[in-house]
């Protein structure tokens, strides 16, 4: 299709920039949302007496909401569009975060941490697949990691709030932030274009042609012939379980699923843990701050690899190096190698996030990318929900090293499991 070959033969201008840019603020917004949980938890169990399993409850709600938000709306984008379900699942998140701050007990806690969560789980693997379908595929890999580093930057807008509000405003005040995002959508609802791989599978060429004339404002078109590409059509949601996608399917869904496993366990619990260890709440926030610095650069050092030495191999060697880092941390002796292995798990996990973003969609055809990136966010959801729930259940007879070392074990299973997901996208046009 004539739309398509142009598309890939863009270099990113102006427009592409701007798409970036409009994803990645919604992401940053994820991010903190998903991050205050983290910073405000020890705050909550003090204020409602929770026992630590009520804790993990609290903290896998939002998780359980993100699980069935990617299942869902990922057949919804691939069904009625990418921009769509961006838009709703933003508006959705930051009204359920507005709620959560009007939560009156523990109970109501519970059902808005997972009315946000639906709205977070539906909203980010389309974003990455939208964004994976409006770039050339020779810049795809660098402008995903991109989009993913949009999320250190909420996670330590997160820290932030956490730090400087909840000593001494409390936990509600930093909900009421993050339910931002609620008034951002009535931008990005104008401003966000569809993707044109999309409308040539819903049969709407006109459309897809005038979006890749917009795409092309203000931009230069590399040399050479067009690619011959095939137009995309819509797929059953059963393809995904035969053959050739069956094994991308499984690896990368068991991938999402032990990474979620090590990230949200070790990260959601980091300030209750350093605080348990001894450190006053202010400090243990503020450490945790302090760590949060190194995933930007994790990010970037991602960004830069990931289109030079391939998808797979940064991927699965920044799970491994998150895994050794998560288990140097559990054995940590003082400050300084508290704040030295943490900020490098921090850099290595995030950057492990931009990866398996960037490499997930590449894995899955024009009218299954959607589905099988949702899918695959959402096997990764389990992996979330189980795992503050389980540390607040093992923290005792486990302890602070215990715990930590067993998700630095799901972080370099997470690498075995995206090693044997056994193909490499870098390069690669989305219709191969």
């Given amino acids: 299709m004539e739309a398509t070959a142009r598309l890939e033969r863009l270099i990113p201008g102006p427009a592409h920039y701007r798409v970036l840019w409009l994803l990645g603020l919604g992401w940053a917004f994820d991010a903190m949302d998903v991050g205050l949980i983290a910073f405000t938890l020890p705050a909550i169990k003090r204020d409602l007496a929770l026992a630590p399993a009520a804790a993990g409850l609290l903290a896998s709600a939002g998780l359980f909401g993100m699980l069935l938000g990617a299942l869902a709306g990922g057949r919804l984008a691939d069904l009625y569009g990418r921009g769509f379900l961006v838009r709703t699942g933003l508006l959705g998140f930051g009204l359920g975060s507005l709620l959560t701050a009007l939560a009156p007990g523990y109970g109501w806690l519970l059902l808005f941490r997972f009315l946000t969560g639906l709205g977070l789980g539906a909203e980010l693997p389309v974003a990455s697949s939208l964004l994976s379908e409006l770039v050339p595929g020779r810049y795809r890999g660098r402008f995903l990691v991109w989009l993913e580093a949009f999320w250190a930057v909420g996670w330590l807008v997160a820290a932030l709030t956490g730090f400087l509000l909840v000593p001494t405003l409390g936990w509600r005040p930093a909900f009421v932030a993050g339910g931002l995002p609620a008034l951002y959508v009535l931008y990005l609802r104008r401003a966000l274009p569809e993707s044109p791989r999309w409308l040539l599978s819903q049969g709407r060429a006109a459309e897809a ?6 795409l092309a404002a203000g931009t230069r078109e590399a040399p050479g012939a067009a690619p011959a590409l095939p137009a995309p059509r819509p797929r059953a949601y059963s393809e995904l379980f035969r053959p050739p996608l069956l094994g991308r399917t499984v690896f990368i869904a068991l991938a999402w699923f032990l990474l979620n496993a090590g990230y949200y366990g070790a990260f959601i619990w980091l300030p209750s843990l350093l605080h348990q260890q001894g450190y006053t709440l202010v400090r243990s926030l503020g450490y945790v701050l302090l760590m949060t610095l190194a995933q930007l650069p994790g990010y970037l050092s991602a960004a830069w690899l990931i289109d030079r030495v391939g998808r797979r ?25 508290v704040l030295l292995y943490g900020s490098l798990l921090s850099f290595f996990n995030l950057g492990a996030w931009g990866s398996i973003y960037a490499y997930t969609p590449e894995l899955f055809p024009t009218g299954l990318r959607a ?27 486990l302890g602070f090293a215990g715990v930590l070392g067993l998700h630095g074990l799901f972080l370099v299973l997470a690498g075995v499991a995206a090693f044997l997901v056994g193909v490499e996208t870098r390069g690669r046009v989305l219709e191969e």
């Fill in 209 to 214: 042609a005038r979006v890749v004339e917009e």
């Fill in 371 to 397: 589905s099988g990136a949702g899918l695959a966010a959402a096997v990764g959801r389990v992996g979330g929900i189980l795992a503050p729930y389980l540390t607040g259940a093992l923290l005792a007879g």
């Fill in 313 to 337: 191999p940064v991927l699965v060697g920044y799970l491994f190096l998150s895994g050794v880092f998560a288990w140097l941390l559990g054995h940590a002796h003082g400050t300084g190698q």
